[in-house]
């Protein structure tokens, strides 16, 4: 695969930039998934991957053995997400090793749910730092006090940093939560924090409607994460981690199911996909603008009365095989491939703040 030809008029930012190496794709993803389990000792009531004691899906070792060995050749990055990562902490430092001896960076998003002794959580995480472990994102915020103390995962974060690696702190807020209100307990600590907006989906779409921010129109952003993909314990892939769990075959967010079809054809299709190249360019407001003015897009396309993020109208658009359809041609005439180019030069051209963020505080680079 590869299609490097394009990458010269404007390569995007996930485009690893400088001639492949042979043998190797001339595009690459900037960070790839794998979701080891979707288990985790907590439940929150936002949590996307509606992950919880209860969820039992894991993947095989000598399978995320062989996912490992596929994604080196796709990205730099692998990042393990879950679920809780540390439940399995000793097969993710085999994973880490051979994502090391790949030359992959490797990073793990925690929940901090499994953190009890200061000795086994200092224990835990050097036996990761020493197989290779780059860097530690915590997923932390209200939805996560109801469950687990916030003196856990400032231990945790401590301890990491303590033991060399690079610390992140990834919320979702919302309104009932004041901003900046968690920075508080990592105030002395060096670490970045992060916050991401909450949207309607997964277990967060119980949650009653004082937490979300609603808009009334279909929202305008690029999308930072559409070319960050997952591997879920099922072997499905999908575009991004969390949001495209949703989406429904034959969406182009999912990427495909490696256990009948080869991970590599399916991260090398994707990579190619003009529709996500859209989204990631120009959101799905962009995908949006290229359906309203059309037959089929004007007789498909039913605005919500109210959104809570860009994911919702990408879903909308994309889980609609007619639309999806009506996109794909729209995309084959020149003026769309001169559409690509450019929304990929002014891409690369605009500030960071103005890509999105999404709900999933399990996923990052
Ligand atoms: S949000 Fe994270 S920590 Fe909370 S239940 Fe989901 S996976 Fe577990
Ligand atoms: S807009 Fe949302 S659902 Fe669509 S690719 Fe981006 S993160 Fe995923």
């Given at each position: 695969m590869g299609d490097g030809e394009s990458a010269p008029t404007g390569a995007p930012d996930h485009i690893g930039a400088g001639p492949p190496s042979p043998g190797l794709p001339a595009r690459k993803y900037k960070v790839i998934g794998l979701m080891y389990t979707r288990t985790c000792p907590l439940a929150c009531e936002h949590c996307i991957t509606e992950s919880s004691p209860q969820v039992k899906e894991r993947m095989g070792f000598q399978q995320a053995r062989d996912y490992v060995q596929t994604i080196a050749r796709f990205?730099?990055?692998?990042?393990?997400?879950?679920?809780?990562?540390?439940?399995?902490?000793?097969?993710?430092?085999?994973?880490?090793?051979?994502?090391?001896?790949?030359?992959?960076?490797?990073?793990?998003?925690?929940?901090?749910?499994?953190?009890?002794?200061?000795?086994r959580t200092r224990t835990r995480v050097k036996m990761l730092a020493d197989m290779g472990l780059s860097g530690l994102h915590i997923s932390w915020d209200q939805y996560h006090e109801k469950f687990a103390p916030q003196e856990r995962a400032a231990m945790l974060a401590l301890i990491a940093i303590e033991t060399g690696l690079e610390v992140k702190i990834r919320s979702v807020v919302s309104p009932t939560w004041a901003k900046g209100e968690n920075q508080t307990i990592f105030a002395r600590l060096p670490v970045e924090v992060q916050e991401t907006q909450i949207v309607q989906l997964g277990r967060a779409a119980s949650l009653p409607a004082s937490h979300f921010a609603f808009s009334d129109k279909p929202p305008k952003g690029s999308c930072g994460v559409v070319f960050s993909p997952v591997v879920e314990p099922d072997g499905c892939v999908y575009a991004c981690c969390g949001p495209s769990h949703y989406g429904r075959k034959p969406s182009p967010l999912f990427l495909g199911d490696a256990t009948t079809d080869s991970l590599e054809d399916i991260?090398?299709?994707?990579?190619?996909?003009?529709?996500?190249?859209?989204?990631?360019?120009?959101?799905?407001?962009?995908?949006?603008?290229?359906?309203?003015?059309?037959?089929?897009?004007?007789?498909?396309?039913?605005?919500?009365?109210?959104?809570?993020?860009?994911?919702?109208?990408c879903l909308d658009i994309t889980d609609n095989p007619e639309l999806v359809s009506t996109l794909r041609e729209r995309l084959l005439d020149r003026d769309a491939k001169r559409l690509l180019i450019v929304s990929a030069l002014w891409r690369n051209r605009k500030p960071e703040g103005n890509t999105i963020s999404i709900s999933d505080p399990h996923f990052a680079l």
């Open positions: 990205s730099s990055a692998l990042c393990f997400t879950g679920g809780e990562p540390f439940l399995y902490y000793r097969e993710i430092a085999a994973l880490i090793r051979e994502a090391k001896t790949l030359g992959l960076e490797t990073y793990i998003v925690s929940g901090a749910g499994w953190v009890r002794e200061e000795a991260l090398a299709q994707g990579l190619n996909d003009p529709i996500l190249e859209i989204i990631h360019n120009l959101g799905p407001y962009g995908l949006y603008q290229l359906l309203k003015d059309h037959p089929i897009g004007q007789e498909q396309f039913k605005a919500r009365s109210a959104y809570t993020g860009i994911c919702e109208l």
